[in-house]
T-cell receptor, first 111, second 115 residues
């Protein structure tokens, strides 16, 4: 069964600092997705990583995928308060299977 | 272009009742998936529909059912509601012929509270 593990689950950062969220998964998959969720809101797509070595950047966030290591990272550069949210990674189960989500990382950026 | 529309946004039901939630996918998207989100279990897959056929089902009891219409709109039904069914129910649509493809677009969700 496909398992997706994120760490850390909770992250409190100071504004201006850098940090990385890790997403490990248990079976082979070439597709990995990152979503953001604000409290009480739905999921907003951040990145779609479709192949080994894929790297995507948007503003202060950068995501990468290593399918051999079954690992994706979401790097936060010079955090600002507006980045406070819960971040989920999700993996395409393949062969018509569903998308499996990690437990989420609740990020709080403090001034 | 319109996103994924879910109705209603909020629902309060009593134990034992049944409920129907509705989802209209993005125009042109034929794949619709449903997820349940709770603080304890996180995001759990319920089922996926494509061209009116259920292609995949998660590990939920038979009280949870769904269907998809010819215009790709989807409904999910929960019968004999239990307190543990209280959750945010999210619908997502995709252009892909199978699975999430280039990713799901999620609706705003229906917040169901069972009392």
């Amino acid at each position: 069964e496909l398992k997706v593990e994120q760490n850390p689950l909770f992250l409190s950062m100071q504004e201006g600092k850098n940090y990385t969220i890790y997403c490990n998964y248990s079976t082979t998959s070439d597709r990995l997705y990152w979503y953001r969720q604000d409290p009480g809101k739905s999921l907003e797509s951040l990145f779609v990583l479709l192949s080994n070595g894929a790297v995507k950047q948007e503003g202060r966030l950068m995501a990468s995928l290593d399918t051999k290591a079954r690992l994706s990272t979401l790097h936060i550069t010079a955090a600002v308060h507006d980045l406070s949210a819960t971040y989920f990674c999700a993996v395409d189960g393949g062969n018509g299977n569903d998308m499996r989500f990690g437990a989420g990382t609740r990020l709080t950026v403090k001034p | 272009k319109a996103g994924v529309t879910q109705t209603p946004r909020y629902l309060i039901k009593t134990r034992g009742q049944q409920v129907t939630l509705s989802c209209s996918p993005i125009s042109g998207h034929r794949s619709v998936s449903w997820y349940q989100q709770t603080p304890g279990q996180g995001l759990q897959f319920l089922f996926e529909y494509f061209s009116e056929t259920q292609r995949n089902k998660g590990n939920f009891p038979g009280r949870f059912s769904g269907r998809q219409f010819s215009n790709s709109r989807s409904e999910m039904n929960v019968s004999t509601l239990e307190l543990g069914d209280s959750a945010l129910y999210l619908c997502a649509s995709s252009l892909a012929l199978q699975g999430p493809g280039y990713g799901y677009t999620f609706g705003s969700g229906t917040r169901l509270t069972v009392v």
